[in-house]
């Protein structure tokens, strides 16, 4: 209520307010999502302009990349197990609040095993294209020494950076054990 002067005394008259409408939440939430695409998307283009023309060359690229890693995701078991390794790999840092140098070597070591696995299997896809496999009796056997020699040649990569992982990960979490066990 609010006060208002007469000409001889005060009156308290009573505020006229509006009752407010509560708006639904899907509602507010649309509008602050709408909102939220508007402001991304305005600081994207003005981004987008201010950046040198390389930078936007190698930008223009990542759909390739997340397709290049899809594929490989689909198609190679081994893919994802070294994802699945390595995640264990940060999980465990984290829990161990391991120093920043280790980290250093855990994304090392997880670079090169998902570098190894995707030139893996496009060099298995090259030479399956290049020389199909036969069907012999129940099993697959591969027709040409050229295609095995490239395929066991890719697969000796991935196995070193498998090698490299381990030996990472046991220089890492050997202590930390170590001292979790004693």
Known sequence: MQAQKSETD?????EVTTPKVEEPREAVLRRLRKKLVEIWQLGCRNLWEHLPTKAKEHLAKLPVIWNGFLINWRESSGFRLHWYADGLAFLLGVIFLVPWNAWF???AACTLKAMA????????KHADYEWPRKKYGSE?????KWAKDIKDSASYGVGMTVIFSLFV???IFTPEFWELLS
């Open 105 to 107: 070597w855990l994304f």
């Open 169 to 171: 990960w046991a220089a």
């Open 140 to 144: 697959l056997v591969q027709n040409s």
């Open 10 to 14: 005060l009156v308290l008259v009573p």
């Open 117 to 124: 696995e995707a030139f893996n299997t496009s060099h298995e």
